[in-house]
């Protein structure tokens, strides 16, 4: 059995790529768990494909435990499809994409995680477990951010992001007396060139508005913060949902 120390879900976007990055950096092995393959120079980084969409999960995910046993450090940073975000506007919400959103971008995150918190646990393992959220789990999305661009609001994405944060809450209180660590980041906009939205001038530009940092954050900034809370810096932090959005939320 080859011991890993962190699994990441999630780890070939924007995001998971500088993330693995940050804990490479930090002598901890690393096993991706994505459908897309990503090439890291490190041989301490492994990658397995995982289909998060499958009707098997907690059966590979137990096949995975055979493979690297339980990991100390679990991160979600996975990512939902534009297409299926488009989907549910208020104008065109409809239930069954909103049923298919909530299987393939909630439940299936949350019965990972939780099977994972349940394992450590059994196991005895004291870590910490991160996932991925954002400021849309906080705040309402301002409609002036969209105004004059074509894009609209997604009232599905909100559910999950908040309900992401509620399960980190319940799930601190829960396995705290196990030391086991759980947070949430909420992140603002993450630069990112292959999402249409960047290709959108009057969404760049209001977006901007909105920020008192007048910028979106680099993904590198935000993988900071996730390196921050696998490690024992962070040791007395639990039940988190960190927002790091260059002051979008209070304005």
Known sequence: MKKIDIFILGGSGILGKEIIKKLLENNLSV????????????NKYNFIKFNLMSNNLIKNVKKLFKI???PKIFIDCSYLHKNIVKKSSFKNLKKSDFDKILKDGLSSELIVSNYILNSMKRRKIKGSVILTSSIYGVVA????????????????????????????????????????RVNSICPGGIINNQDSNFKNKIFIKNYKNKVPLKRFAKASEIANIYEFLALKKSSYITG???????GYTIT
């Open 31 to 42: 096993l991706n768990l994505d459908i897309k393959k990503i090439k890291i120079s490190s």
């Open 68 to 70: 690297y046993s339980v």
């Open 141 to 180: 999305q301002d409609p002036n951010v969209y105004k004059n661009t074509g894009i609209n609001e997604s009232i599905a994405y909100s559910v999950i992001k908040s309900s992401i944060n509620s399960f980190v809450k319940n799930a601190a209180v829960k396995y705290g007396q196990f030391g086991i």
């Open 240 to 246: 988190i949902n960190l927002i790091a959005d260059g």
